[in-house]
């Protein structure tokens, strides 16, 4: 009879619950990972309302810190009981997307080797990792190491947050010298703030509104922050800049404001680097995209996966280049995670990141 | 008293004349040319019905072939009698902007050295070349020698529309092996259809329905024509490319149909290059953009200018890497230019370009 | 008892034989290809000499062309039968290297994931495709179906030899307008030179001094060839630029004074791409160099590799981009693969490449 | 008659003077700046020695700050009394290379525009700012305002040791997880760390002997400092990168073995930016070259020049990314600065920059 494990599922919208499910097998290419740290992110609760369709009784999350348990037959040069993670992209590394760079957007089931998004799997096409155990499809791509002296929490925002985060100022190029508004400051535009500040802006302009996260964004690397319901952003960002406009602007939130506050707030040739999740049409203003002849650039990123990627940013963590623990302000045990999806989505009490341990 | 020469200059909004104006006297870092052939563009037809403002009396014209009649006393390292084209786009080299590679938005008046479209002066900001003589400013960045053996009528289309369509695939990034669609085939998308086959695209798809366009693009470059009249170019574009999308889109039209197309035509991860000069805000569709997780880039160009892009422009037809004279499908002198605002604002008669000659 | 198949294996320096094998097992991500036709390359002859070491008793080649005989377990996609390709590069697409684009350099045996020429395994590590059955490993990554309507001959050189030519001019970043020089027209060179033809050179001066390589080099897309046993080619390069220099020269041969000639002939600036095996050490000379101060570049490219490299090539020739079948110069059949070599090797009869048919 | 005022001149090998000399006129696109703040290159001493030639009387020194004293008639945008750097290149802006964006090999003197090391003008083929007054050519491309608020030893790096560090983590394009080795830290491959550091390398291991420069490695972002008298190099980053090697290695000395040991410890792919200045040929040894098939990259940059490039800089400075004020180890006043030359060339007393104030 196989074992049991408690996996926290996607019933029906507005209705997920704490299951017992058999703990699965692992395929040739697959591993096993007995999760040790998990979390929710705003994706889940998109899914939890019903606003992204998934499978009844699917295993939702999509960011795990665990043990191998099992490896699959093909799987060679890892051991079981060795400390990983897997990123919330999961690529096959076999795909024509992937094979030209596009982990993200992998599509090995198809002909022609794409799919949009085909990269996120967990708790999405596949059982997520909020759950005692999770299995890690095309292990060898994507099972990454945690290096010796790093704790569950101190990684627990690399397969997603972070990679997402750093992709805004990697998409936008941001040069050394360059100055870089970040439109909100969740958990995800933090990381992007910390990605302007690593790759060298020379001013980072945050835009936020609630206290705490004004004050970590400060932590992170900003070096203004405009509180928007005081002051107009775009107005403030000109100020700062001597009316020239920031070279780079990331989006972070998904609402046709902030992308269009981004696009006011570019100089001529700059780039809008975009991360939000929308739900909406967008509008580009002709005023704002001065009828198409500014030189400018509208780019954006899914969060990249893969274990090279979860390598380096984990390497950034062991080189002490960013501290991420202080995002962690509640922790759950997985059998009280309900709870856990219950604050965070309603964002109470000052909520960044939730750990959860099964 | 001031030698006079002809020049056509706008008057009010659908209203230009030919007029006699005083040649002009040339500043220190200026050099007169004596226009020896120019030719109409669609920008200035949007001039021309007052829907982009210009001072009245403005002599209107942006694509100069001449001989040098005379260099500013700091202008050196040329000839007067020496034959030149200068781009549409005229930097000053010594602007942050220009100093950082965005010439067209140069703005060298401004202390931070950026203005939109600020490269862009002649028929704009100061007296085109529909005239007999026009002013080079900051010559010494804008006078591009013609090589030897190449006519005025050959290098024509290198100071806008040549330019500017190149500018599609390349800031595109076209590589070997790329599938490319191209919307519209006026004499721009043929420029980017050219453009694209010169960075190495396999499969470049256009979108057009006039005969001759048509016959053109097949001629520049182009393996598939769609008329879209007759079939939807995004579920034919995907017939082609087997589901897959193409790698890159280009806008060379400017309407929001157009634009919606070109995104939809693009795989995930692709890149949509417009050249349109936009009138209205556009929509980008929650679907084709994927809300945004796409790894879609959409990327804006204003005609690059200076004359190494000029030199390198001519170098390709001196090479023989492709043939723009079909372009020029009708002839006038400048005393009759009147006639040939009327015959290619109303696209009469197959007009594609006008050479016009003083 | 095991089917038996023929192979060439080498034994020891200078000596080959075609032996009797048994046809290979395929294991869970493999395939096995039935080999219709495959080639000779120059560093087969290498290894031949004993200048690059390989076991006793491996079957060599790495350039196949095939029909699938046979698909491991896990490998989908595909249907025996199917005509496919695959690069004389066979990345497993899930090593650190490759995950991160540098497929040539997949070291997926190592815990850090790169090695040296890693990706690199038919008829190095692996045995080769001059035999009548082919292991293709890690398929997923690496099957790539020939288009309708292609011949094998029309195919063979994507596996390296254009896959290598084409990285010269990619690598060197070759711009729509540059000049570029090609040292040497063998068959890499002539792709290369082909490659810089494709990404939109408008001046290519090809090197070389056997008669039917400048004729061929004509036909792939060199404007001027330079027989440098007559004239010094950095002499005349110079006089073609006008004193300039080329903006990417590369090196085809291997050799110290093409190296160095490459050196000499760049502008300031400008990028050396190197793609010759070399067998001694290089010098730099210090003037060449300008000190280390002419912000000049030097890159190298082992051949890329993997399916979606193989597609993006066949692309090109699907799409009449340009035409290597004049390539072949020579038939056999596998039983006669010694006297092909024979002559592949002693360069006799104006030979550029032979076709081998099992 | 026309005022006079001090300046160090080279008189012949080994031979300097401090002597007095008109205070120059200013062309029509010049300005003359009295210099408040200037310092010594190891640049000069190579001119001082007679290993690079200058003419007899020229005035060195290529790194002003001070304050504007007159502009030429057709410069605007600045003010007389105005505090402003200039880079120790200064691009004409308008020439065939620079408008490319090579300032460093501007040659607007030249037919065809490009001039190997041609953006050196200060102290080389002009006379340069170790004196009281200074021309600065091409002003309106060149004059950068200095930021309020910042000194004139917080900015003094800026022309040259700081761009030209920066430029070898950028030319090397370091990304957010790379790991990275500067061979030296004297001033430039302090910056390289710095520089490296500002771009996100999340391991960086400087290699030095000087205690003082080991001390400041450390500060300025080294995680590890090699004392190569103690350790073999390439062994030690060997074993700190798990056998993998270095995503990039920057040289800072311009020595055969420095340049041979920033090519051993790459990794496969990687990039040796090169920023020493030479002074015999170089050999690239056959093994560590992977014989040409490592996909390594060799980028030499001469500082990066121009105002926009001075902006970006001083912003690093204003937003306090880094602090190079402990650099300036010692002060002199002009009168005294054949003192400061002997210090300097000598590296007695732990010198590292030195301050000279007219």
Redesign the interface.
Known sequence: MAKKMKALVFVEPNRIALEDKPVPDVG??DALIRVTTTTICGTDIHIVKGEYPVESRLTLGHEPVGVIEKLG??V??YREGQRVIAGAIC???????????????DG???????????GWRFGNTIDGCQAEYVVVP?A??NLAPVPDGLTDEEVLMCPDILSTG?AG??SGNV?????VAVFAQGPIGLCATA?AR???A??IIAVERVRERIEMARKVGA?HVIDFSDKDPVEEIMKL?????VDVSIEAL?LQQTFEACLRSL???GTLS?????????????DA??????????????CPG????M???M??I??A?LDLKPLVTHRYSLSDIEEAYDLFANQRDGVMKVAITP
Chains 1, 2, 3, 4 share one sequence.
């Open positions: 040739a290419n037959k093909n060679h040069g690529p096959s590394g076999t795909s024509y997307a992937s094979l030209d760079g596009f982990h993200a957007q090995q089931a198809r002909a022609h080797g794409i799919k949009p998004l085909g095309d060898m791509a750093f100022a990697e040069r050394i010298g360059d100055t990605g690593l790759r060298g020379s001013m070096d800049t001597g009316g020239r406009g998904g100089r001529p040739g975009s991360l939000g999740v929308y739900s909406t049409d967008l509008k580009i203003p002709l995209f001065t009828a198409g002849l500014g030189d400018h650039r509208i780019v954006t990123s899914l893969g274990k090279e990627r390598r380096r940013l390497s950034t062991a080189g280049r």
